[in-house]
């Protein structure tokens, strides 16, 4: 069975702080996909990042990163030099069947000034 | 290209009454998903239509709920009787046919916010 925690439930930081959200995955299947998503407070999911499990490169894009362990069974997201628009609930999701996707409980982040 | 249209953004119901909600997708995804997202949890899926036909139905409470996608394209869901558990976002995604190597995103709609008095 699928299964994503996000353990962090909200995390509070100052502007141009970095922060570290974690994911941890179960799966049975051998190769699968991860994704992250944002949603900002006017509600809409955007996507942010997909990664397949042949690949445990670190993936950057601006100042967003990623950080995929087959081994921890983790991937983990972190934001260098946080900014007040980063302020979101984000959400780590693991698909299955059919492209289904089974979302974890998501991270609030707040960035203050 | 235009995102996933939903409406009404927010709805306010007595319990026992009845709501429909109406998304859609955007032009050419074959898959199309309706999610219950209750306050503080992640999206729960609901149901999984690809084109007109439903792939997966299973956490539907169905003597509740119905969804319908008529010709492929818009799609409605609807509650009735509502009750005060239902209160939550309703968040309509589409993505393109999953290949056999692939997982592809799914694009979502701004959500309706359902509160069940």
């Known amino acids: 069975a699928q299964k994503v925690t996000q353990a962090q439930t909200e995390i509070s930081v100052v502007e141009k702080e970095d922060v570290t959200l974690d994911c941890v995955y179960e799966?049975?299947?051998?190769?699968?996909?991860l994704f992250w998503y944002k949603q900002p407070p006017s509600g809409e999911l955007v996507f942010l990042i997909r990664?397949?499990?042949?690949?445990?490169q670190n993936e950057i894009s601006g100042r967003y990163s990623w950080n995929f362990q087959k081994s921890t069974s983790s991937f983990n997201f972190t934001i260098t030099a946080s900014q007040v628009v980063d302020s979101a609930v984000y959400f780590c999701a693991l698909p299955y069947n059919f492209n289904k996707f089974y979302f974890g409980s998501g991270t609030k982040l707040n960035v203050k000034p | 290209e235009a995102g996933v249209a939903q409406s009404p953004r927010y709805k306010i119901i007595e319990k026992r009454q009845s709501v429909a909600f109406w998304c859609n997708p955007i032009?050419?995804?074959?898959?199309l998903y309706w999610y219950q997202q209750i306050l503080g949890q992640g999206p729960k899926l609901l149901i999984q239509?690809?084109?007109?036909?439903?792939?997966?139905d299973s956490q539907l409470p169905k003597d509740r709920f119905s969804a319908e996608r008529l010709k492929g394209v818009d799609s409605t869901l609807k509650i009735q009787p509502a009750k005060l558990e239902d209160s939550a976002v309703y968040l309509c995604a589409s993505s393109s046919l999953r290949t056999r190597s692939s997982y592809n995103e799914q694009f979502f709609g701004p959500g309706t916010r359902l509160t069940v008095l």
């Open positions: 239509f690809q084109n007109n036909g439903v792939v997966d």
């Open positions: 990664r397949n499990s042949f690949d445990e």
């Open positions: 799966t049975r299947d051998t190769t699968y996909y």
């Open positions: 032009s050419g995804h074959a898959t």
